[in-house]
Every structure is written in structure tokens, then in C-alpha cells.
């Protein structure tokens, strides 16, 4: 600080402001990009959503409307539907990939074997693109010719239709996305462990506890910060999911899988009825809004404790 | 510490190293099955029994012109390339910026506020508006476009992560060479960009992994097609009345097994770059 203080003096009073104007313009494309596609567009998804919008002969032809989309909301099925769909389907898929992605770390990191290799291996499902993720589940899943359906068969036993029934394919994209992202959490919890000082666990050890006991006692309650952050990450995660699911089941079998992103697309560019789309996404981005915001001052008042 | 607890602890716990095999193997599962289907032609795939013959006819047909894969092929990679290119390039002005510059508070904060409200908004909220802004810079369809809109969507994470980068950076070496007499300009270019490197390339190998497979916006923002990028070719095949399962296997193999790859060997990077890239988002 006193360096900067210095060197401001003897350069003089236009070095720092040099500085200051450098700093500025340094920042300047990335507030400009960031406004023209993502705070132009919700300026426009707030605009839709307070509008009736209909496209008549390739026109769009907006009338302000109030609040009738919104209150269309609670009285569309589907919507309800998705709503409950993708409430479901996010806490299953934060609860298991962070139970998944907890133990695997832990065992992993008492690994001796195996250690190196599932240290690496277990990454690679989260580089995989989600759209070949659904491709590759569904080359596991199909009811035809699916590697499930063909170790069924050849034991003689009846094929599955997963993907066709309402539970089965609900289950399959939860399987799909814990498989998907688990690796996410495992990276998280594996670096966390490995910041854990061994001297804390060596004296753990002295006193006699268990390992059980070190995991409950030590372990768990160190790391519980990072599995913090992970849940939120992992909700946001989940309440935005879109590619897998759009291609392995489309949001079926009668709306099973039809997570609210799917929805909202459907509506934006099948149904075009932009109005009620734009409310809906609006609600959405408030709610993921609200759950940052209450988990961010959840956060500080830790700290600040 | 005891010579008992010593030997305990390098036993090898086979309950344990027989669970993480498993958990390998499940994980491994879906690779390997599209890798070997997409070697397998139609007739041994539909089949109910395992019938293994080796052929090339799947990667032969994708990649005869009269099909798009090559050309979606080019335009993810082209895609990807311009999106790193440009993500670092505004990434490394701003995040230096934020590190050491000490921008005006009216400045950082919009900054900020968009880096970190940008990545709880799913991307499908946005379509209809980003639709409007691509047709009215008349880049709609064009490979141009989604180079412009994957760099907004990895640009939030981008520029966190690179001024935690430069914040590593002693402030003292940049004061010094400005007192040595180093314009502004040159600090940046000849001394803190050169030790920001390993970090910028964590950042490109995940923007690029983020770029190659993004899909949404290549399927709403391009016609299909010539015009769209390999994730949405693949949706195209999973999509046909006739699904050619070969095929489809071929064309996600390809698109998954270089990204796998790339993993494998730049693990090290890879791991900081989403561990720091997930904390920031």
C-alpha cells in the first residue's frame, strides 16, 4: 500500500489517474458484452412478461397486459406439474450426488491401489458434452436395443421399458444426472480432504478414536462449508438442467421428466405464447435468485461468527 | 506414533479398493459402450445378442459430404476457438484489472453483480432475448453469433478466476516495474501476463470443454443442419424417424472421446479449473 502511495507521489497525480482511466477501460467489454446479452435480454424477458404477444403472419404484436401471465401460472397443469417435477428431481439428485460424491472421495483418498486412476477416471463423466451423456444413457437404456434390455435377454429374463413408464424414465434422469455430475462434488470433497491437516486426524487416532468416529467428529464438520457450497452449486445445477433430458425422454412419458426448463422452452418455441413463457422464467430466475441470496447471507453470518 | 499403527495403515483394505474398482467400472460403463457400438454396424446393434465385428462404416458414412457431420465438426471447433480466444482475451483485461488496477467502486460493482447473478440464470430464460439481439446484429445462424454468446456465458467465471490469478501475482513486481519506468501497457504485456499463463490455461481448457458442448443456443440460434454445431447434429440424429444407433454412437464418440482424452492427460489443470470455476458460479 505505502509502495503505491509512493510511487502515485513521484509519478505525479496523472500516472494515477492513468491507472484509474486504464482500470476502467480495462473492464469496459465485459460490462458491454454482459449488457447486450444478458441484461438486454432480461430486460426483455421483463418486458414480455407484463405483455400479451402474439406473432401473427411472422409480426409480433404486443398489448401490456398486467399481470394475467403470472396468474396463469398456478392455473396451467403443466406448469404445476414441472414445478413439482423439477422439485423433485433436484432435491434427489443434490442429496444423491453429494452423498455419492462424499463417499467416493473418502474412499478414494484411502485408496492405495486405486487411488491415481479413479482419481482421474471419476472426472471424466462431468467433460462429457450432456447431449452425448443422454446419448450414451439412452444406448443403455433403450427398450430395443439397449445394453440393459441385452444382458436381460440373454439371462432370459423380460425386458425392461424404463423409459416408457412415468416412474422408470423419472428414475433413469436421476441415475443419468447422478452419473453425470457426481464427479462435480467428488473433486470438491477430494480437495477439501486433502486440505485437512493429518496432525488433527494423527491426534484423533492417539485418543483412540475409530475411523467412523473421525469422520464424524472431524472430518465431516471441517468439510461442511465446502458441502455447503456444493448443495447451492448443485441446486442451481439441477434446476437448470435441460440437454439430457430433452433428449433421452423429452419431458415423457405424460410429463414425468418435463423439468421446468423444458417447459418453458416448449412454451417460448412450440406453443410461442412469449407473454406467459417470460413469467414463468421470470418466477424461476427469482426463486434461484432467492436461494443464492439467502444462501450467500447464510454464508456471511457464519463468518462474521 | 507406534510401529503397529504404521504397518495398519499401509495395509492395503481390499473391501475398500474392491468398492472403488466397482464404482471405476459403472463409471466406465457408458464410455466404453458407445465406443465399442459405435464401431458395430447397425444389424449387430438392433440385435438382441452380443455380436462384436469391427467396422468403420459408421465413421464412413458420417463423414461422407454429403452429410454435415465434417462441417459441424469445423463449426464446434471453430466455436470453441473463438470462444476461448475471445473469453481470455476480455477475461485477462478485466480480471488484471480487478486485480491490481484498483478500479472505481461505480466500476467493480456492475462487474460483480453480473459475474455473479449471470451463472443462476438458466439459459433458456434468456432465448427470446438473445434471439432478438443476434437477429438485429444479423449474426442469427451464424457461427459468429454463438461464438459471442458462449463467451457471455463463461465470461462471468472467466474473469473471477483470472483475477484470483493475478491476485497470487505480488503486487510489489507490478510497482517495480512501473517505477523502473514501464508503461502501463508493458507491465501488463511483458510482466504479470506472462506469469498469469498457467492460470489462463486452466481457464482456456475449461472454457473449452463449456464451448464444445454447449447445446441450447446451437439449437435455438443456428437453423440445424450445416450451420450447427456438432452437439446439436447429434440431437439431430438421436431425433430422426429412422434412428441409425451406429451412427449416433460414432458421432458422440467422436465428440466425447477428445474432451475424455484432453481429461486424462491435463487432469491436473482440469480439476482447478472447475473446482475454482464451480466455487465462482
Redesign the interface.
Same mark, same amino acid.
Given at each position: 500500500m505505502k509502495?503505491?502511495a509512493v510511487?502515485g507521489r513521484?509519478?505525479g497525480s496523472f500516472?494515477l489517474s492513468?491507472?484509474?482511466a486504464?482500470?476502467?477501460v480495462?473492464?469496459l467489454?465485459?460490462?458491454v458484452?454482459?449488457a447486450?446479452?444478458?441484461?438486454?435480454?432480461?430486460?426483455?424477458?421483463v418486458r414480455?412478461s407484463f405483455q400479451e404477444t402474439e406473432v401473427l403472419d411472422g409480426e409480433f404484436f404486443s398489448a401490456f397486459n398486467g399481470l394475467d401471465n403470472f396468474k396463469k401460472i398456478p392455473n396451467d397443469p403443466l406448469a404445476v406439474n414441472s414445478i413439482k417435477v423439477t422439485l423433485l428431481f433436484s432435491t434427489l439428485c443434490v442429496i444423491l450426488t453429494l452423498v455419492a460424491g462424499t463417499a467416493?472421495a473418502m474412499?478414494?483418498n484411502?485408496?492405495?491401489?486405486?487411488k491415481s486412476?479413479?482419481?482421474?477416471?471419476?472426472?471424466?463423466?462431468?467433460? #462429457?458434452?450432456?447431449?452425448? #451423456?443422454?446419448?450414451?444413457?439412452?444406448?443403455?437404456l433403450d427398450p430395443?436395443?439397449g445394453?440393459v434390455?441385452?444382458i436381460l435377454?440373454?439371462l432370459g429374463r423380460e425386458p425392461q421399458i424404463w423409459l416408457n413408464s412415468k416412474a422408470g424414465a423419472f428414475i433413469s434422469v436421476v441415475v443419468v444426472d447422478v452419473?453425470h455430475w457426481t464427479p462435480?462434488v467428488f473433486?470438491?470433497i477430494y480437495?477439501g480432504l486433502n486440505g485437512i491437516n493429518q496432525e488433527i486426524l494423527?491426534a484423533g487416532?492417539?485418543d483412540g478414536a475409530n475411523e467412523g468416529q473421525l469422520i464424524r467428529r472431524i472430518i465431516l464438520p471441517i468439510l461442511l462449508p465446502t458441502i455447503a457450497?456444493?448443495a447451492v $452449486?448443485r441446486t442451481?445445477m439441477s434446476?437448470?438442467a435441460?440437454?439430457e433430458m430433452?433428449?433421452l425422454t423429452k419431458g415423457g412419458p405424460e410429463g414425468a421428466t418435463s423439468l421446468?426448463?423444458l417447459h418453458?422452452?416448449e412454451i417460448?418455441?412450440d406453443v410461442l405464447d412469449?407473454g406467459y413463457?417470460?413469467a414463468l422464467?421470470?418466477c424461476?430466475?427469482a426463486i $434461484?435468485?432467492l436461494i443464492?441470496g439467502i444462501a450467500y447471507s447464510l454464508r456471511r453470518k457464519n463468518r462474521s461468527r | 506414533?507406534t510401529m503397529e499403527?504404521r504397518v495398519q495403515k499401509?495395509k492395503?483394505?481390499v473391501t475398500?479398493?474392491l468398492?472403488?474398482?466397482v464404482?471405476?467400472v459403472?463409471?466406465?460403463?457408458?464410455?466404453i459402450?458407445?465406443a465399442i457400438?459405435a464401431f458395430l454396424p447397425n444389424k449387430s446393434?438392433?440385435g438382441?445378442?452380443?455380436d462384436f465385428s469391427f467396422w468403420l462404416g459408421n465413421f464412413r458414412t458420417l463423414a461422407d459430404p454429403g452429410q454435415n457431420f465434417l462441417r459441424q465438426i469445423f463449426n464446434s471447433l471453430t466455436i470453441t476457438f473463438g470462444t476461448v480466444i475471445l473469453t481470455l482475451v476480455?477475461?485477462s483485461?478485466?480480471g488484471?484489472?480487478?486485480s491490481k488496477?484498483?478500479?472505481?467502486k461505480w466500476?467493480?460493482t456492475?462487474?460483480f453483480i453480473?459475474a455473479?447473478? $449471470?451463472?443462476?440464470?438458466?439459459?433458456?430464460?434468456?432465448?427470446?432475448?438473445?434471439y432478438?439481439?443476434l437477429t438485429n446484429l444479423n449474426l442469427l445462424g451464424s457461427v459468429t453469433g454463438l461464438v459471442?454468446?458462449n463467451?457471455?456465458f463463461n465470461?462471468?467465471f472467466a474473469?473471477l478466476m483470472i483475477k484470483s490469478y493475478f491476485d497470487q501475482i505480488p503486487?510489489?513486481l507490478r510497482?517495480a516495474a512501473? #517505477?523502473d519506468g514501464a508503461s502501463?501497457r508493458r507491465v501488463f504485456f511483458s510482466v504479470l501476463l506472462p506469469l498469469a499463463k498457467p492460470g489462463l490455461g486452466a481457464v482456456a481448457i475449461y472454457v473449452a470443454?463449456m464451448a464444445?458442448?454447449e447445446?441450447?443456443m446451437g439449437l435455438?440460434m443456428t437453423t440445424g443442419g450445416g450451420a450447427a454445431p456438432l452437439?446439436v447434429g447429434?440431437?439431430s440424429l #438421436?431425433?430422426d424417424y429412422e434412428i441409425t444407433?451406429g451412427q449416433?454412437?460414432a458421432s458422440?464418440f467422436v465428440?466425447?472421446i477428445p474432451?475424455?482424452i484432453?481429461?486424462?492427460v491435463a487432469?491436473r489443470q482440469?480439476?482447478s479449473g472447475?473446482?475454482a470455476g464451480?466455487?465462482k458460479?
Open positions: 509502495n503505491a510511487s513521484t509519478r500516472s492513468g491507472r484509474r486504464t482500470s476502467v480495462a473492464l467489454p465485459f460490462v458484452f454482459l447486450i446479452f444478458a441484461v438486454y435480454p432480461l430486460y426483455e424477458l414480455l467416493g474412499m478414494v484411502s485408496s492405495r491401489i486405486f486412476a479413479a482419481r482421474n477416471i471419476f472426472v471424466w463423466p462431468a467433460v #462429457v458434452a450432456p447431449v452425448v #451423456v443422454s446419448v450414451m444413457w439412452l444406448l443403455i430395443t436395443m445394453l434390455n441385452k435377454e440373454s452419473w462435480v473433486l470438491f480437495a494423527e487416532r492417539v457450497v456444493i $452449486l442451481i434446476i437448470k435441460f440437454d430433452y433428449l421446468i426448463s418453458i422452452r417460448f418455441v412469449f413463457a417470460s422464467s421470470l424461476i430466475v $434461484l435468485g443464492v | 506414533m499403527k499401509s492395503v483394505n475398500l479398493e468398492a472403488i474398482f464404482t471405476i459403472i463409471t466406465l460403463i457408458p464410455i459402450w458407445i457400438l446393434i438392433i438382441t445378442s452380443f476480455i477475461g483485461g478485466s488484471y484489472s480487478l488496477l484498483k478500479p472505481p466500476a467493480t456492475p462487474v453480473l455473479s447473478f $449471470l451463472p443462476i440464470v438458466p439459459p433458456i430464460t434468456l432465448v427470446p432475448g438473445i432478438v439481439t459471442l454468446v463467451t457471455v465470461l462471468p474473469i503486487d510489489e510497482e512501473i #517505477v502501463e470443454i464444445w458442448n447445446f441450447l435455438i452437439t447429434i440431437a #438421436v431425433q444407433f449416433m454412437s458422440g465428440a466425447a474432451i475424455i484432453l481429461t486424462a487432469s482440469i480439476v472447475l473446482t464451480a466455487v458460479s
